[in-house]
């Protein structure tokens, strides 16, 4: 993992491939709030809570990124890297693992630029 704020900003814009308006939208949904872990007591999903501090960090500008942001972007690559390399064989249109994935602002059915 980058501690360099500038690599891990670009890895980060790398990695999310959803907008903050497409982000927001999908964690309104009943899938968005179905998967993911949970830690004990808690009723949302550390990845659905990830994807609400995504969206505020898409929308500040690179030079108000504070620390915490540096380091919550870091955790955001390192996650999308990780569960991409566990991609189901098949369809994965409406599986856990590609709507988990969409909770860390990483479509992996969205194609690339």
Do not use: C
């Amino acid at each position: 993992m980058s501690t360099d704020p500038k690599k891990t900003a670009a890895d980060f814009k790398a990695a999310v491939n959803m907008s903050a308006t497409q982000l927001k939208k999908w964690l309104d949904t009943d899938e968005s709030k179905e998967v993911g872990y949970k830690n004990d007591g808690d009723k949302e999903s550390v990845g659905h809570h990830s994807g609400h501090q995504i969206i505020e960090i898409l929308g500040k500008k690179k030079d108000d990124y504070t620390d915490e942001d540096t380091k919550h972007m870091a955790k955001v690559v390192g996650y999308i890297h990780r569960h991409q390399a566990q991609r189901p064989d098949g369809d994965v249109k409406e599986t856990p693992w590609r709507y988990s994935l969409m909770n860390w602002g990483h479509d992996p059915l969205k194609a690339k630029k």
